[in-house]
């Protein structure tokens, strides 16, 4: 037993590590917080992750700055940030892609989900079903019947193995009892510009682009893949309302520290973060681009994003899609 002096270094040992302990935590943010994006600036999660610093710099006193890291389908930018020091200046905001699909389809990938902690979900990301004009189903139930019958079937343009749109299809084919005709595309714009002419008959939308190439009649909406009815098309509905209850395919914008960081900076961080996403400024720009804010715990989004993980790759395998 310590008893004595021994006794007295020792407690002041330990009450000098929890001041310094209390005394960083105390201190946080001490510099500029870096939000690495692994995507091009200007696109839908770069915007997002811009509003949510702009608002974190005013709630925490310190700057909030968003770095564009992007290539080989985000793992480059989130590579960096898992080898960043583990005191919550280094941050991601990223998609779904990052943890859904792709520890399912890149070979050798040098990041796992345990090798971040968890911040908070920042909204999600509906995609639709669209057909282009002239397409004689005009519903779901039309669609399937006109799918089943038809010797040629139905084409469906992708962006190419592996990606979102051909997930998604594989995922219709299995719940609806069809088989879709993956076209691949070199991007989104041949996609859209064969739609609208009328070369391609159908495609997974963004809500972004579908409400107002619906509204104008440049092409029809059949069925919502989020689990709820997008705001912005409030007419359509979603394949969950008309019995398909497990085609889901929406995406999603999140936040992830290194792993290791203290669990004060993550509460620190989701609570500025969850702040944010509550603000009239992102509220406003997400129903604009056609996405839904929502906000979450870390224990919330670390459950969420193993979930999503783990139906994305059964999907992925049963669709025989290789890692490359």
């Known amino acids: 037993m310590l008893k004595g002096k021994a006794l007295a270094f020792v407690t002041s040992a330990i009450l000098a590590l929890a001041s310094i302990a209390a005394g960083s935590a105390a201190a946080y943010p001490d510099r500029v917080i870096t939000i690495v994006v692994p995507y091009a600036a200007g696109g839908p999660t770069d915007v997002a992750a811009r509003i949510i610093a702009d608002e974190m710099s005013k ?53 796992k989900l345990e090798d971040f902690a968890p911040i908070s979900l920042l909204a ?27 010797p040629d079937g139905v084409d469906l343009g992708t962006l190419g193995a592996g990606t979102v749109p051909h997930i998604i299809g594989g995922m219709m084919d299995a719940a609806l009892g069809i088989k879709l005709t993956p076209i691949p595309y070199g991007g989104a714009a041949p996609i859209l510009s064969d739609i609208l002419g009328g070369n391609l008959d159908s495609y997974i939308a963004s809500v972004a682009d579908a409400a107002p190439n619906h509204k104008e009649g440049r092409y029809r909406v059949l069925a919502s893949l989020s689990a709820e009815r997008p705001p912005q098309l409030p007419d359509i509905p979603t394949f969950v309302e008309l019995g398909y209850k497990d085609l889901v395919g929406d995406s999603w914008f999140a936040a992830f520290a290194p792993a290791g960081t203290t669990d004060e900076i993550i509460r620190i961080l989701n609570k500025a973060m969850v702040k944010a996403v509550a603000s009239g400024a992102y509220q406003e720009r997400m129903n604009q681009l056609g996405n839904t804010p929502v906000s979450s715990t870390p224990e919330e989004l670390q459950a969420f994003v193993t979930s999503e993980s783990q139906r994305w790759g059964k999907m992925i395998k049963a669709l025989g899609i290789e890692s490359k």
Not at 85 to 102: C, E, M, P, R, Y
Not at 125 to 142: H, R, T
Request: charged letters at 20%.
């Open 124 to 150: 999600r990301v509906p995609f639709v079903f669209v057909v282009k004009n002239g397409f004689s189903a005009k519903d779901v139930k039309e669609f399937v019947a006109y799918a089943k019958a038809s």
């Open 59 to 111: 709630d925490l006193g310190q700057s909030v700055v968003v770095e564009n890291r992007p290539g080989a389908g985000t793992v480059v930018g989130t590579e960096a940030v898992a080898r960043a020091q583990k005191d919550g200046h280094t941050l991601l905001v990223t998609a779904a892609t990052t943890f859904s699909t792709n520890p399912h389809t890149i070979k050798n990938i040098r990041y």
